[in-house]
C-alpha cells in the first residue's frame, strides 16, 4: 500500500486560501498601524466631509475579518466561524485599541488630535468586518455544498 505525499485538492486549495488571509491579515494590521500612528495625519483637505471616519472603519474592518477568515480556514471541515473566544477576543483587542490609539494620538501626537467619532467609527469598522466575514463565509459554504451536489 502506498500514501501519497500531495494532499487533497482540497486541502490544498484550503491551505493556499489559509496564505492569502494570513498574509493579507498581516500586510492589513501594518498597514493599520501605520495610519493610527503615522507622525502627520490624513491629508489636507479630506477627499469629501467625514471621509476620514470611512477610512476609520476600513481600517479596522480589514484586519478584523482577514484574522478572523484565517482563523476560521484552519479550522476542521465543516466548522464555518471561528470559535466565540477567538472572535471575542479579535473583537475585543480591536475595541480596546480604537480607544487607546487615539487616547495616544491626543495625549503623544502635536499635529493630531483623538476624535471620540473616530472611535465609533472604529468600532463600526470591527462590526462590519464581522459582519463581511459572515457574509463571505456563508457565500463560500453554498458554492462548496452547489459543488458537492453536482457530483
Sequence with gaps: MTYSTVPPR???SLLRAWHLAAGGAVIA???HLWG???????????????ADKLEHAA????????????VALRRPPGWQWPSPAVTAVVVGVFAAHAILSEAI???WYRHRTGDPLDVLADWIGIAAGVVLLRVILLHGFRNAYRGLAAL
Design 59 to 70: 481600517g479596522f474592518a480589514l484586519p478584523v475579518m482577514l484574522i478572523l477568515l484565517a
Design 105 to 107: 494620538q491626543h495625549v
Design 29 to 31: 494590521v501594518l498597514l
Design 10 to 12: 482540497s486541502q490544498v
Design 36 to 50: 493610527l500612528y503615522r507622525v502627520v495625519g490624513p491629508p489636507q483637505p479630506p477627499w469629501f466631509p467625514y
